[in-house]
């Protein structure tokens, strides 16, 4: 099967522009999580999603919201961006037929903003 | 508020012996601890699961240990090879399937 995919890989912005990313997860796979990595605080859990509905969200703005398709496929979109929103942008997709949830990445998207 | 504490930031050892991590929690209750590789610049790799209620688990030169009264987990790598210098992150998981808690990663580095 092929991995979880995610585009863009790179993306430069400007604070108070907003950005969407994508992701494409394992094919059969319905949970997608995203997360966001930094240095100074690790990995984050922002939100995730099963059959088109957002079952947990982590504690971020309201600027960071996202979505999910009827394929599995899911995006996340950031408003306002503002400079501490740089970091590695991590999607990864889950089989719900077990009953624990090991996790598989995609390469994720590195956001810069300026 | 959940915390997750893995013991070191970075860690070296020297080829051919044996790197043990640790990942230390608190106000928590995993159902389930996972163990993730994160090579630079790509997303973290699923190594290993141990339930709660599992003491060890072992995959190849990997092995790890789960102590709930502890509230620890102990990752050894034996005979460790410069290949296996990566970060590697401890997630929990309550068990819900709906989001994993990571800790901040050791980096480990093995020398030739």
């Known amino acids: 099967k092929a991995g979880v995919t995610q585009t863009p890989r790179y993306l430069i912005k400007t604070r108070g522009q907003q950005v969407t990313l994508s992701c494409s997860p394992i094919?059969?796979?319905?949970?997608v999580s995203w997360y966001q990595q930094t240095p100074g605080q690790g990995l984050q859990f922002l939100f995730e999603y099963f059959s088109e509905t957002q079952r947990n969200k982590g504690n971020f703005p309201g600027r960071f919201s996202g979505r999910q398709f009827s394929n599995s496929r899911s995006e996340m979109n950031v408003s306002t961006l503002e400079l501490g929103d740089s970091a590695l942008y991590l999607c990864a997709s889950s089989s719900r037929d077990r009953n624990y949830n090991e996790q598989f990445f995609g390469p994720g998207t590195r956001l810069t903003v300026l | 508020s959940q915390k997750i504490e893995q013991n070191s930031e970075a860690l070296n050892i020297q080829e051919g012996k044996t790197a043990t991590l640790t990942c230390n929690y608190t106000n928590y209750s995993p159902a389930y601890l996972q163990w993730y590789r994160q090579d630079p610049g790509r997303g973290p790799v699923f190594l290993l699961l141990i339930r709660e209620n599992e003491k060890e688990k072992r995959k190849e030169r990997l092995k790890v240990t789960f102590d709930t009264t502890l509230k620890q987990s102990l990752f050894h790598i034996t005979a460790s090879q410069p290949a296996d210098s990566a970060t590697y992150l401890c997630a929990l998981d309550d068990g819900s399937a709906r989001q994993l808690t990571f800790g901040s990663g050791t980096q480990l580095t093995v020398l030739p």
């Open positions: 094919s059969g796979h319905r949970s």
